[in-house]
Structures are given as C-alpha cells and as structure tokens.
C-alpha cells in the first residue's frame, strides 16, 4: 500500500484531537440529559423522496448503490444530510410509541454530496437538540431550547466567549406586512444577505428585486440593525413607526426569549437580540437562532436553529417543534487543525507499569489489574527495554507516571518532575488532574 | 406524510432501548481506555480500490455517487464495510505521528450493501479494539486484546455467560502440513464448514474435496473436536502422533493464550481452546477467537478476530496487528426487541417540577436547575395542568420524582410508593439508582 493521502472534505483527528472531540461530545450530551433530552441516533440512510421532500433541489445528496447491484436495487437511498430530516420521519414512524412533547437530542454525522473544495466539508459531525409536541408546542420551548444550548456550550470552557443571535420571522414578516412590501419573503431573502454584500447594495436589491420604495428599503435597513442585549429592541422597533399584528406578536415572543435567557447570561454567553438574523431555511415560522464565536466570526453560525410550526404532519396530527443545531466540525476542526485547543495526552493512560524482565509481566499485568479496578488507566510495558527507554515510552505519550517492582517494593515516579516515591498500587491515587487526559489551550497556557 | 416504514436491515432503537445501547458503549470504552487503548473515529468513506484491496469481491458494499454529479464524480468511494480496512488505512497514513505498539478502539458504524433479507444488517455498529505494532509486535498483545475484551463483555451484567473460543492458525496449519496434506489452506476451509453440517460430510469433503486419505480425514477431524478451559488440549493434540514445526509452535502460543486468560475466568466468562475455529478469512497468521453468547448460539460469534501479521505495508514497514471486533448492534437488536433487556425509563430525568401556574414557571425553571448542578437530571412540566395530569405526565416516562412547591415549602412525591416529603432542592438527594435510567431484564425481575 502506498501512502494514502486524506480526503478532502472529510476530516479525521489524530488521537490527542479526538481526545478533545470526544470530551466535547460527553459535555454536551450530558448537559442535554440533565435537562431531560433523550438520546437517538438514527440510521445514516433516507429514502431518496424524504431528502428531497422539502424541494429543496440545492441539497447535495449522496446517493447509494449496491456494488454488485445491475439494476436500481436501492438506488431510492441517500445519506441524511441533516438530523432535522431523519427525526421528522423517526417521529412519525414512532409517534404511537413516543411520549409528547418529546425532548431528544442526537449527535451524528450527516453528508454532503458536495464538489470538493478548500474548507467545504463532505462529512462532519452535529449536535441537535429539538422538542416536538403532537398538535401543540408551547411558546416556552422556544426559551429552553436557546437556554440549554447556550448552557452546553458554556461548559466547553476552552471556547472563548460568543453570541447566541435570536430573532422572530413573525415580527420581521409582520414589519414588512405593516410596511405595505407586497413579498415579504423576497424581502427577508435579500436581508438575508446583509452579512455578504454591504447594506447600501442591498438597499438597492430591496427596490430593484423586492420591489419595496426608498423610504420602505430605508425602514427595512434601519430594522436590520437594531440589537440589543436586553428588550430595548421593542422600543427601537417601535421608534420606526410601522403596525402589525403579525410584528407585535414577534415582538412579544423575541422579548420573552431575552427575558428568559437573562439569568444564564454572562460575560461570555451572551443572548442577543439581533434583527438581522433571517435563516435562509423556509420551514422556520417564529423563533430564529445564530451563534458567533468571538474571535472566530469567520467560521459563520456555529449553532443554529428556530422554530417550526411543522415538523411532520400524518393528516391527523401536526407536529410543532423547535429546535437548534451545533456544528461540532466546523467548531472544532478548525481550532484543533489550528493548535488552538489540544489536549494533554494521545492515551488514556495515566500509569505505565515498566518491565524488570518477561517473566515479571504476569505481575506487572496484576499491578495493573489493581490500578485500573480503581478507575486509573494502565498499561503495561511492551517490553522489557532499559528503564530509559520504557520511560522514554511513557514520555512520548504524555503518560505522566511510571511503576516499578523495586527490591525495596513497588513504586512510582513522576516522570514530569522526576519525583519517585513508595506506592501501593492498591491504595496509591494520582491528582485528580492527572487521572484522565486534559483540554489544553497552548497558547495561553504558555 | 405519510406514515413511514422501517428500513429492513437498518435497525433503530426507541429511547428506552437506545439507554441500553448507550450504556453498553459507554461501558465498553471505558473498559478499554482503562487498558490504554485510545479513541479513534474514522471517516464513513474509502476509496473503492481499499475496499476491495483484499480481492473479497463478495464484499457488499455501498458506492457513493453525488445527486448532482452526471459524470463518474466520486464513484471512486464506498461506505466502509468494517472497521479494520479504514484502520489499515489511518495508520498508514499517519504512521509518522503515530506511537507504535499503538493501541486503539474504535466504535462505529458499518454497512453492508447486501440485499435485503430478514436478520441481515445493512448497517451495524462495531466495537473494535486493535493493537498494531511497526515491523514486530509481541506475542502477549493476543492474551491482552482476549483478556480486555473479555473482561468489557463481563462487565455488561445483563448478558448471558459466554464462551470466548481460541484457536490458532499455526497449529492447525502445522497439524494439517504434518500430516502430509497437500493443500492445508484448503483443508481449512472445508473444516470450517464444521457449524454448517455434519462431520461425517465434512469427513467425506476432507477426501473428495481436500485430497485427504480417510484415516488423513479422521485425524483432521478429532483434531477439531479437542477443546479444552485448560492447557490439557495440548496432550490430546499429541496424542493424534502428527508432529511439525509450526505445530509445535501453534500449539505454543494457544497454550499461552489459554494461561495467560486464567486469571480472568469465571462461571460466567469461560475462555477456553477450540480447535474447531478457523475464521474464514485469509488475513489471519495466529491466534483466532470467536465468542458464543450462552444461549443464542444462533446468533453465531459475537465478537472475533485473531493476529494479522501484515495489517499494512508501506515497502519501508510492515505493521503485524492483533484486534478482536465486538458486534454490538448483532449482540443488542435480538436482546432488545425480544424485550430480553429494557431501561427504567424512556427519558434521562429523574425529577420532574410541576407547574402550580403558567407565572410560577421561573421559579420552577430556577429549582429544576438547583437540582441539574447537583447532577440530578431534571425537566418542568410542559403545562400548568391539573397535578393528576402532570404526576401521569411524568408516569408515562417513568421519571420517578415530582416535585412541587407548595404553601408549606417544597415536597418531593415517590411517585411509585405515594411518599411524599419536605424537600430543599440545593440538598435533596434521589437514591443512587434512581439518577440515572437502569438496565432492567424484565423476564428475570419479575
């Protein structure tokens, strides 16, 4: 075999990056479970009509064929290329089995059938959390599902500070009702595209393709760029003299997000009430989401999400959901690509019992068999080397401890300071810092 | 929509059942990192020419083709069919930022572009622990991954005994070479064939088939009828007077599998010398196991592999390796929806706060988070509806606890036993089971 070369738009980590991945993965799940989120994962394949059932033709889809298939065999298959899809048709599928509303969170990989190219990726990784409800879904949901995300990336604490963007498509669609546009939806498509053109050029596409006035493109802009941490927004909002219905229901449940939120804002979470914020997706019908890392604006939306008034109807029933999704991938490749974030060691050992000769392995593997029923990680020595060499072994690694069978009886030694001491290994206990491998920040540590 | 239909061959689990998965492999991956064995997660796609490297055209497997794509596009790359060719092709790839003797797990899914029929997985989860040395790999690394596994398949409680069965190639290679066959590949493959029919056939195919003589045949077969918990296999393979080298050193290594495992046997978890197993497959050069669940034999092994001594080669290096791949989606569907095995509850809560009025939700939002930094997993009612309706509420998830704030203070109700009492959410403790969801074997409970 030749050496293969990477994939383009399909990462992978090395071992000391996946370390952080999957503490990442563990930190969110948990947070999620702590506010009763249910666990799913489902399968990687959607027939092909449920992939394409929103019309959305644009989705690159990854289509399956059966190698030793001839015919179309399962041609009607692709890979899901979000999570929103496959839990529309699992709750349907189940929905006589399920609890509502029914709170679930699921982290998988979805694909992208994409051309590739530089910073696209094909593979990659997301964490979603939604609520769903048969027939109903309280306003309230929209609240929490913005609170416990924003609580699980919090926890991420090597993630520097960032903004969770909320807005309401009822209030802008009801602000450019009250502001006679006559496609209120064309209008929010060419806002949408505020953070990619300069405003004085979109300006002019909201006359030239949305048909709106100078004056109403004017109110239109001014909207677009009132936010605020706290309910001011409402007053600015109001300030630019436009009435609807529609606008001043947005306006209530856009304040009752921030409202909510307050008490798990800080420094570095921070609840913003951005009008500028649309979705391009056209299911969202209330609530909207985006996510900005300080420092790291470039990466776009690292989580996103909203309301939908629904998620998957059967004739019968209709269900309501509200929902928000992180990019664990485009978050942490990037940073660990980077060497911003890495962590302190490629294995989980936090032991290595060293070799005196072969024929002490039997004990060695005791020893060790001691360490691990106490929950500390443990290998043993490959081979019976030179003890340089063995903790030369434990050195590339970043294991932090060696064991030896002394004469004098067991002990250990801090190969970072080089301290050994007597130990026992059915009582001897390493800091709790050492005991599994840590998050590292380099540059800030050093 | 309308209602959606399972995908044959691509099983999913409802939430309680998913508790059970997610509880396996959490207690797989610590066993292993427990071991030193670190977490690697591998893309879902190889290059079709690594798929089929091995020449295993019956290999089913789905290609990939872009929706979008008219010409060949990314027709060059499939779904990995196991866990093992994208592990041959990691370390290759990252063999110079890789520590050898390099231990991993890995634990994910596969899929099989087969066609679909009843119990045939299409897509399957995996845990597989390797360990993969460069241009040499000690011969303890076959006990270690045969006592790690074993001991991780002991810690699942809920399972059955099993039966983790040894061979290896050498000596039954050596033994066929010693008694004077001309093809031991091929002898191989037809007493393979042993679980399929019965050994009088087997007999006759040894002849036609194998190029044995009767009494070559009759021997060929005794051999694979020795199996022994102790080393006594080693007496009875002599006693069948063939001698050879490889024999000798086949015999050798079993024997020091079979000793080096005695320390971790019990009633329950019996490792012991087949002389029956072959595996199929070309790859292996020693050691083999497979692994038989007591009573669901007919789920065939759950858990193989053996020793490869060339995973990879790049012309510099050859990279011999060790692992042993646990079938976890194999093992758990039947399990499941048998209803052998269930969770206490569909969702993570332990405690649900119910909701006196629509105003006193920030305050019942505010006591439901006292709990969850306590670790105490909790939700708050959906509504304010009758108490009734909110104690069947949380009886439908089996969430144990509802809380409520009363006129006296805040009560915590048992809601199994009716119990209900003062409680402080920054001190009230559930018991220790009750805080997450438990296992439960709802045939052996009751």
Same mark, same amino acid.
């Given at each position: 075999?030749?050496?293969?070369t990477?994939l383009?738009?399909f990462p992978?980590f090395?071992?000391?990056q996946r ?6 993965l ?7 479970e ?5 666990? &799913? ?5 959607e027939p092909m009509? $449920?992939?394409l059932a929103?019309g959305e033709?644009s989705?690159?889809?990854y289509?399956l ?6 015919g179309t ?9 979000? &999570?929103t899809v496959? @839990?529309a ?7 006589? =089995?399920l609890?509502?509303?029914?709170r679930?969170?699921q982290i998988?990989? !979805? ?6 190219q530089?910073g696209? @990726?094909?593979?990659?990784t997301?964490?979603?959390?939604d /609520?769903v409800g048969?027939?109903g879904?309280?306003?309230h949901? *929209?609240v929490?599902?913005?609170r416990?995300?924003?609580?699980a ?6 993630l520097?500070?960032?903004r969770l963007q909320?807005?309401?498509r =009822?209030?802008? $669609?009801g @602000?450019y009702a009250?502001? +006679?546009?006559?496609?209120?939806l064309?209008v929010m ?6 953070d990619k053109m300069?405003?004085?050029?979109v300006g ?6 949305a ?8 109110r239109t802009?001014?909207?677009a ?5 706290d309910?001011? @927004?409402v007053e600015a ?5 436009v009435e609807?219905p529609l606008?001043?229901e947005?306006l209530?449940?856009l304040a009752a997000v921030?409202?909510g ?15 500028? /914020?649309?979705?391009?997706l056209?299911?969202?019908?209330g609530t909207v989401?985006?996510?900005r890392? *300080? ?6 939306? /690292?989580c996103?999400?909203?309301r939908y ?7 019968r029933?209709?269900?309501?959901g509200v929902? %928000?999704?992180? +990019? ?8 660990l690509?980077?060497?911003?974030v890495t962590?302190s060691?490629? !294995?989980?050992s936090a032991?290595l ?5 072969e024929?002490?392995?039997?004990a060695?593997d005791a020893?060790? $068999?001691q360490l ?5 990680a443990t290998?043993?020595?490959? =081979?019976?080397?030179?003890? +340089?060499k063995? %903790? #030369?072994?434990?050195? =590339?690694?970043? /294991?932090?401890?060696?064991?030896f ?6 002990q250990v #030694? *801090?190969?970072r300071?080089?301290? $050994?001491v007597?130990a *026992? ?9 050492d005991?599994?491998?840590q998050?590292v ?5 050093n």
């Amino acid at each position: 075999m030749s050496r293969p070369t990477p994939l383009s738009g399909f990462p992978e980590f090395l071992p000391a990056q996946r370390v952080v991945e999957q503490q990442v993965l563990t930190t969110l799940a948990r947070t999620f479970e702590l506010h009763g989120f249910a666990n &799913l994962e489902t399968r990687a394949v959607e027939p092909m009509d $449920q992939l394409l059932a929103k019309g959305e033709t644009s989705k690159e889809v990854y289509v399956l064929k059966r190698l030793q298939d001839e015919g179309t065999g399962d041609a009607g298959m692709g890979l899901h290329f979000d &999570l929103t899809v496959p @839990f529309a048709r699992y709750v349907m599928e189940n929905a006589g =089995k399920l609890e509502f509303p029914f709170r679930r969170y699921q982290i998988q990989k !979805v694909w992208r059938g994409e051309r590739p190219q530089a910073g696209r @990726f094909r593979e990659f990784t997301q964490a979603d959390i939604d /609520i769903v409800g048969r027939d109903g879904l309280g306003f309230h949901h *929209d609240v929490e599902v913005a609170r416990v995300m924003a609580e699980a990336l919090g926890k991420l604490e090597f993630l520097p500070g960032f903004r969770l963007q909320v807005n309401n498509r =009822k209030l802008i $669609q009801g @602000f450019y009702a009250g502001l +006679g546009a006559s496609d209120p939806l064309r209008v929010m498509q060419v806002v949408d595209k505020l953070d990619k053109m300069p405003a004085e050029k979109v300006g002019e596409l909201l006359v030239s393709d949305a048909g709106l006035s100078g004056e109403q493109a004017h109110r239109t802009l001014a909207l677009a760029q009132i936010s605020s941490t706290d309910t001011s @927004f409402v007053e600015a909002v109001r300030a630019l003299g436009v009435e609807h219905p529609l606008l001043e229901e947005g306006l209530r449940e856009l304040a009752a997000v921030i409202e909510g939120c307050a008490p798990i804002t800080t420094d570095r979470i921070r609840i913003v009430a951005d009008l500028s /914020i649309a979705r391009g997706l056209d299911y969202y019908t209330g609530t909207v989401f985006e996510t900005r890392l *300080d420092g790291f604006e470039s990466l776009g939306s /690292i989580c996103s999400g909203g309301r939908y008034d629904s998620l998957a109807s059967d004739g019968r029933s209709t269900y309501p959901g509200v929902g %928000i999704s992180f +990019g664990v991938s485009r978050c942490l490749v990037p940073l660990l690509g980077d060497g911003v974030v890495t962590s302190s060691r490629s !294995v989980p050992s936090a032991v290595l019992v060293a070799l005196t000769d072969e024929e002490s392995r039997p004990a060695a593997d005791a020893t060790a $068999q001691q360490l691990r029923a106490r929950d500390i990680a443990t290998e043993v020595a490959p =081979k019976a080397d030179k003890f +340089g060499k063995q %903790i #030369k072994y434990a050195e =590339k690694r970043g /294991i932090p401890y060696v064991w030896f069978a002394t004469a004098d009886g067991d002990q250990v #030694k *801090d190969i970072r300071s080089g301290d $050994q001491v007597a130990a *026992d290994a059915a009582t001897w206990q390493p800091p709790g810092e050492d005991l599994r491998p840590q998050i590292v920040l380099p540059d800030r540590d050093n």
